[in-house]
């Protein structure tokens, strides 16, 4: 406790002393291209030394955290120092994260990832700087998450959670975050100063999993109706990740107001104007009141008042008009534009409109309409189609290069980081760029550290990132030492999983193993890849290689994640030859060779469950005993328990699920759904398969939503530990997939 007092108040005389000195004074470098001093420092940089000593325990008093003030051209740290006594320098507390975390990757040569860390490795004392490391951000804006990341990440998290993802996007040189957790709560209140009571308002809001969709204004009520309590918890919870990432030097980018409004509204406010939405894949969509008309006003303004006493200040807000098929109707739509910024500025001055881009929004209309300025377009598909001119589609409006790398969570391996690396630097550099951030957009978050970690460094690296020896780097510092197997494994799975190219997808296709049975199955989620993105021999050779590792490098959790991932992959890719095959035998009417393929098949589902039971990161248990601890009663923590797994399989009800396509819309593969879920669903299809070749019918028809549905309302409690020894299944793994090689079986 004396040391930790020290350290404050050495960093109070830090914070006082250079809020009289420049950032180019004598000891402290200047940053590239500034040719001025610039603006004193005044923060504290004690909420990055908090994050530092959360991550590294005892070993944060070896860094001492100097804040400087941020010139012209933006953030920066540098980082120097003998061994033991790191300095770190940087324009917010975190960016002083993110020169600790680049300290910790370029030289002590760790990994702090999301998932795994190799800390473990990590000596003692803290190695020497050789001269000084300075980096500057090459954009202003490093945003973060998805509008689905909480239903897809876990909308049941605690802040311990949030907190440790706050820390790593702070260490990963993230500046602005997405905080939709307790995004009711202005609803709630504002609402009930124009008609509704509060019963109405909490049928009408999702459960919690589902209210991203609710913010994109595409459906409603689904999961509820929602408790007073929840609503509360849910603020409380919110405000506190906004308090953390304000108390970090970040912005927490809030939901803002738009005109999503509940049926009749127009009925109780005299003089409002609502449009009537349609429907969203089978949702009907909640009516969207005239921004134009004289009611908007008056309900953003009770809707922002609500939000700013429950979450404090923000100067960034997320909304997207007209999202995913919305009518405008008879609305201006420019005039409505105009009229949603004009209530959000009256609310906050200045604020940046932050949308997202995606299909054929924002459109030109939209654009025209607002202050293009205090416009931020996150853009969703920099890296999925080819020939994209942001600049002359949006009118050189600022925009962020983003990546949506996974669709609902899939814990599919791989992205399109050749794509990043070749096109970032192109958009920056080019005449008349309007980029002016990134914006790192996966649908979950928590899975593919290598493809956080690489995206991320972008904003970072002056120039053109040279792939196979930023892989080879990574390959080190994520075991904690170099090991020619680690190196020849990452080289393996940047030539597969992580080569994607654009032109249609921006993620690697999903599994067969977790698909609707059918024997032309493609793909697993409507949306997805029907297709193998690379080839699977890669990442076989891949964990071939990760298990020649050196054991010394092994204990890491980044390690035996890494394995468990790569052979759960490598298994997953096999689902895709063997469909053919069985339909092949089907279809020649071999009843032996059919049901040699299925036993196969049937093995290869029972040895993937049982290797993603041993990680805890790819455990169902967890996920639901969360959503349970949320519920104030037994009814309610059943109501919050079906919200938790409906969202991994059939998503909604019958319609929205069949018809609209959401089933296994964020399919996974995780203990519990393979087990439960999807092995015994492609069990009982092949089992009608082989009666009706025996007798000579057609197969039977089976209602697989009303068999999804009975589990998703079912109550099984489910491992909330890992089982197993990740080392040898993964070897088990290996071995089936060499054995189905030798035996020709490929």
Known sequence: MGSRL??????????????????????????????????????????????????????????????????????????????????????????????????????????????????????????????????????????????????????????????????LMALHGVNEVFVPTGAEYPYYRALQEFGYDAAELRAWIPGPAHQAWWLLQNMSAFGGPVSERLIEDRAALGSRIAERLRALGMTPVLP???????????????????????????????????????????????????QRRRFGDTDMFKMDLLHEGGTPGTVDVARAAQAVQEAMDTARPGATWVMLGWQKNPSTALLSGVDRNRVLIVDGLSDRYDGLDREAQW?????????????????????????????????????????????????????????????TELAWEPGPVDQRAWFAAYAARRYGGGDPHAAAAWEQLRLGPYSGASGTWSEPQDSLFTARPSLTAATAARWSPTAMRYEAGTVERALTELLRVDPALRSSEAYRFDLVDVARQALTNRSRVLLPRIRSAYDAKDPEGF???????????????RLVASDRRLLLGPWLAAARSWGADAAERDRLEYDARAILTTWADRGP??????????????????????????????????TALVRGTAPAAVDWFARDDAWARGRQVYPTVPAGDPVALAGEVAAALSAASTTGRR
């Open 6 to 167: 020290i350290r404050r108040c050495r960093n109070t005389f830090v914070v006082a002393v250079l809020a009289v000195v420049t950032a180019a004074a004598p000891g402290v470098p200047a940053p590239p291209g500034t040719g001025a001093s610039a603006a004193a420092p005044a923060f504290d940089p004690e909420p990055a030394r908090a994050a530092l000593e959360r991550l590294l325990a005892s070993r944060a008093a070896q860094f001492t955290l100097i804040p400087v003030g941020e010139p012209d051209s933006g953030d920066y740290f540098s980082v120097s120092g003998p061994a033991g006594a790191i300095e770190v320098r940087g324009t917010s507390p975190a960016t002083l994260l993110t020169g600790a975390g680049w300290y910790l990757e370029r030289v002590a040569g760790v990994d702090i990832g999301w998932p795994g860390d190799s800390l473990g490795r990590l000596p003692a004392t803290l190695p020497a700087v050789s001269g000084t490391i300075t980096r500057s951000a090459t954009v202003p804006h490093r945003y973060a998450l998805n509008d689905t990341d909480e239903g897809y990440s876990g909308a049941y998290r605690d802040f311990a959670a949030y907190q440790r993802d706050i820390d």
């Open 256 to 306: 803002g107001f738009f005109g999503t409004v509940p049926p009749g509204f127009a009925d109780r406010n005299p003089g409002a104007a609502t449009v009537p939405q349609g429907k969203w894949v089978g949702f009907a969509r909640p009516d969207w009141l005239d921004p134009t008309g004289p009611v908007f006003g008056e309900l953003a303004a009770a809707y922002y008042r609500a």
């Open 395 to 455: 009118g050189g409006t600022p925009y962020a290069f983003g990546t949506i790398p996974n669709f609902g969570g899939h814990t599919s391996l791989g992205a399109n980081t050749g794509v990043w690396t070749d096109r970032f630097p192109t958009w920056l550099n080019r005449s008349g760029s309007a980029l002016r951030g990134i914006a790192y957009l996966p649908e979950g978050t928590g899975g593919n550290p290598a493809a956080f970690d690489l995206f």
């Open 595 to 609: 049901r040699a393929l299925v036993r196969e098949w049937n093995a290869d589902e029972e040895l993937l469950g």
């Open 657 to 690: 699920s069949e018809t609209g396509g959401l089933r296994d819309y964020a399919n996974r593969e995780w203990d519990g759904l393979v087990r439960d879920v999807y092995a015994p669903r492609w069990a009982a299809f092949f089992a009608g398969l082989d």
